[in-house]
């Protein structure tokens, strides 16, 4: 729960942040960190077994609503609907890596078990 946790104080502090940080030296990087920075509140808050339709819904929602902020409430920000989009696509992955790491772990679970069950027989 404690990378959920933190991966979320880092999420709300780079989405309302007073000011972005100028240009990014490479194109389009900007949207590489809204998806990152909405993927691992999704990943970790799964991975720690917390409801899938309430974390997505939570961070899809949060995507709009975080752009409008920017571009209503922060002077030196500005709302894109193209962050946004990063942002749902950062909620996405968040989603499919969480859903393969525990259906990874489990499949490991089920063997260990199995290979357990055939030395106690």
């Known amino acids: 729960m404690l990378p959920a946790a933190v991966a979320m104080v880092v999420q709300l502090a780079v989405v309302y942040a007073p000011s972005a940080g100028g240009a990014p030296a490479v ?8 998806a990152a920075v909405f993927a691992l509140p ?25 752009e409008v902020i920017q ?19 950062g909620v996405a992955l968040g989603v499919v890596v969480a859903t393969a790491v525990l259906r990874r772990s489990r499949g490991a679970a089920d063997r260990e078990g199995r290979s357990r069950a055939s030395w106690s027989a």
């Open 27 to 34: 194109p389009h990087l900007d949207k590489l960190v809204h």
């Open 71 to 89: 571009g209503t409430l922060l002077p030196q920000r500005s709302g894109d609907p193209w962050d946004a989009v990063a942002d749902l696509v």
């Open 42 to 66: 999704v990943l970790f808050g799964l991975l720690a077994r917390l409801p899938l339709v309430p974390v997505v819904a939570v961070m899809a929602l949060h995507a709009p609503v975080s």
